[in-house]
């Protein structure tokens, strides 16, 4: 893994301009400088990156603050102008297009603006919650890395007993060959609030870069979040996406997964239930091919009692893909009556693919009900040749076993428009 000491935070020639920051933040920062030196870079050594193909990890030649060229801007403007929904759309790190709230829900005090924008106007309000969770599943240079350079991003803050009618979109694209991204995306939901919010990443050049994203994400209590992510970063892109969420009384979070694009993917997910009655359901679907990677962490921490927790990852590997899920249940002494359930399962389709499952316990409480489970398997022979001897070519057939086997992760998406727009997009990827 080759990492350079200081990332460039202005484009070569000049022409973006380096945010301006609040005090508060640029202290952050240079904090954040110290502890990425400090840090020793990832090894196969340590369990947290077993399995991981560290050679796929490289930030050398990549630039953050690249200018937008002309086509691509274009291509954006048309990709944007769909929709009405309250919308954010970034290239590069850099703010194209906006569409704001509605003024009822303006009148309501809900705050949804770029990051830096929300932290200069309202600081009193993001000061205490803006970089201040720590996911530590084994990135942690790379969160420093983020914290150091991150300066684009959303901000959206809800009420108490506010929901809002329609979902935020968020959209980060890397449009040129070697850019660098740290995307930030703050959410903060307060008592009996509720919000969606749909996220992607994605590229219009074919060719490579860095990302690295957090999600600070803190739901109040009886509020409730549906989070709903899509990757689909161009070839030759290495990805980080580091995800904490916070958790109080009785509240409720859905985060899904959509992963496709890029060379090397690693998401850590971090589920904090803090209090009684909160409950956390983390989805993903994964479509691994050519020799793309996908490596994802994630840890369902029970803190409180009475709490519940459902993990549901599912990944279809084609070609020579490779995929790794490490995931951990963690109960506390207090956290009696947990119901917390984690379950992996890998579809492969070439005997080139390799998926590799860690899931674990770690339980402390004597009244829990805690399972676990990880399956990797091909398709079934002889429903291969039932297909094939009725005239369904090979492609075809894999393409509707693919289809079904991630069908029940997506039927766990209440939204049934976007639901459909996602089936629909995987669907179009398989041909």
């Not at 703010?95 to 003024?103: A, C, I, K, Y």
């Not at 790794?324 to 492969?348: E, K």
């Not at 091909?378 to 076993?401: K, N, S, T």
């Not at 991630?406 to 398989?430: C, P, Q």
């Amino acid at each position: 893994m080759d990492l350079p000491k200081r990332v460039i935070t202005e484009a070569p020639n000049g022409s973006a301009k380096p945010a301006v920051l609040p005090a508060w933040w640029k202290e952050i920062q240079d904090a954040a400088w110290i502890d990425y030196e400090r840090l020793p870079m990832p090894s196969r050594k340590d369990e947290r990156w077993r399995f991981s193909d560290l050679s796929k990890v490289a930030l050398n030649g990549c630039t953050a603050g690249v200018p937008v060229a002309a086509p691509a801007l274009a291509d954006l403007q048309g990709y944007f102008s769909s929709g009405e929904a309250p919308s954010l759309l970034f290239a590069n790190d850099a703010l194209l297009f906006s569409r704001g709230l509605s003024p009822e829900a303006r009148e309501k005090g809900v705050v949804f603006a770029p990051l830096l924008e929300a932290a200069t106007k309202e600081a009193d309000l993001l000061q205490s919650h803006l970089f201040q969770e720590r996911v530590g599943l084994g990135a942690e240079k790379l969160e420093s890395l983020h914290r150091a350079c991150a300066t684009a991003g959303a901000a959206l803050y809800v009420p108490a007993g506010v929901e809002l009618a329609e979902p935020v979109d968020l959209s980060f694209w890397m449009t040129e060959a070697h850019a660098a991204t740290f995307p930030h995306i703050l959410v903060i939901l307060q008592e009996n609030a509720r919000a969606r919010v749909h996220l992607r990443f994605s590229s219009t050049n074919p060719r490579g870069g860095f990302a690295c994203s957090v999600q600070e994400l803190f739901v109040g209590p009886g509020a409730s979040l549906d989070l709903l992510t899509h990757r689909n970063w161009a070839e030759g892109v290495c990805s980080f996406d580091l995800a904490s969420i916070r958790l109080s009384r009785d509240a409720s979070a859905t985060t899904f997964q959509l992963n496709q694009g890029g060379s090397y993917t690693r998401t850590e997910s971090r589920s904090r239930l803090l209090g009684p009655g909160a409950r956390s359901v983390m989805l993903s679907a994964t479509l691994a091919r050519g020799r793309q990677e996908f490596d994802q962490r994630s840890f369902q921490e029970h803190v409180a009692p009475d709490t519940k927790s459902d993990l549901l990852y599912k990944s279809a590997l084609y070609d020579a893909s490779r995929t790794i899920f490490a995931g951990m249940i963690d109960v506390d002494p207090a956290a009696q009556r947990t119901d917390a359930y984690q379950s992996n399962r890998n579809l492969i389709l070439s005997h080139d693919a390799e998926a590799n499952s860690l899931p674990g316990l770690e339980i402390l409480a004597n009244d829990v009900r805690c399972t676990h489970g990880s399956t990797v398997g091909q398709v079934d022979p002889e429903e291969l040749f039932y297909c094939l001897q009725r005239g369904i070519p090979l492609a075809a057939a894999q393409r509707l076993f693919v289809l079904g086997f991630l069908t029940d992760v997506f039927a766990r998406l209440e939204d049934g428009k976007i639901k459909s727009a996602l089936t629909e997009e995987l669907e179009a990827s398989l041909r």
